[in-house]
T-cell receptor, first 116, second 112 residues
Framework: GAGVSQSPSNKVTEKGKDVELRCDPI?????LYWYRQSLGQGLEFLIY????????KSGLPSDRFSAERTGGSVSTLTIQRTQQEDSAVYLC??????????????FGPGTRLLVL | TQLLEQSPQFLSIQEGENLTVYCNSS?????LQWYRQEPGEGPVLLVT?????EVKKLKRLTFQFGDARKDSSLHITAAQPGDTGLYLC????????????FGQGTELSVKP
């Protein structure tokens, strides 16, 4: 079975443009997470989907950021009117369940976003 | 705001040396996980500890969860160049609403 996949692997865009980042989680995983990682830093939580529940958007840094998850599977993170400070690696992870201590999150390879 | 403080942030050592990485918080976690991340890849889970005082060993790596479940350590014995990477601790549980709180990471470089 395939792991978590993300596309594109790299994205270069101009300031002010919109970008869409895609995540394909592991089949059957009900929880999906988006994180942002600046160079050599830890992971900053952005948003979390669990089944059919309303997503936890508490980590989104501004209203330029949004995400959706269609059919409980694929997710898209959209950044509108990109700024240079949005440059980072955007990581997606999925897990079988959530709210379970020790639940393993499986990460994709990330999308490296560079805003010029 | 729940935070996990990791130290040191950077560590450069010679092959064969021992090292310890620390992860501390004022919050209690149901579980504490350690991940390793190599350049260009996502983090990969090394271990999960869920019981206060728990010690787990993975070959030359020893992980410990503090008695109060607020802190953890990772000890590597006789480090090898293949251990080079970014080590991340992450705390989670019901108090964190299903999310993982990550530390800033420790960038380890082991020179031959």
């Amino acid at each position: 079975g395939a792991g978590v996949s993300q596309s594109p692997s790299n994205k270069v865009t101009e300031k002010g443009k919109d970008v869409e980042l895609r995540c394909d989680p592991i089949s059957g995983h009900t929880a999906l997470y988006w994180y942002r990682q600046s160079l050599g830093q830890g992971l900053e939580f952005l948003i979390y989907f669990q089944g059919n529940s309303a997503p936890d958007k508490s980590g989104l840094p501004s209203d330029r950021f949004s995400a959706e998850r269609t059919g409980g599977s694929v997710s898209t993170l959209t950044i509108q009117r990109t700024q240079q400070e949005d440059s980072a690696v955007y990581l997606c992870a999925s897990s079988l369940l959530s709210f379970s201590p020790g639940e393993t999150q499986y990460f994709g390879p990330g999308t490296r976003l560079l805003v010029l | 705001t729940q935070l996990l403080e990791q130290s040191p942030q950077f560590l450069s050592i010679q092959e064969g040396e021992n090292l310890t990485v620390y992860c501390n918080s004022s919050s209690v976690f149901s579980s504490l996980q350690w991940y390793r991340q190599e350049p260009g890849e996502g983090p990969v889970l090394l271990v999960t500890v869920v019981t206060g005082g728990e010690v787990k060993k993975l070959k030359r790596l020893t992980f410990q969860f503090g008695d109060a479940r607020k802190d953890s350590s990772l000890h590597i014995t006789a480090a090898q160049p293949g251990d080079t990477g970014l080590y991340l601790c992450a705390g989670g549980g019901y108090n964190q609403g299903g999310k993982l709180i990550f530390g800033q990471g420790t960038e380890l470089s082991v020179k031959p």
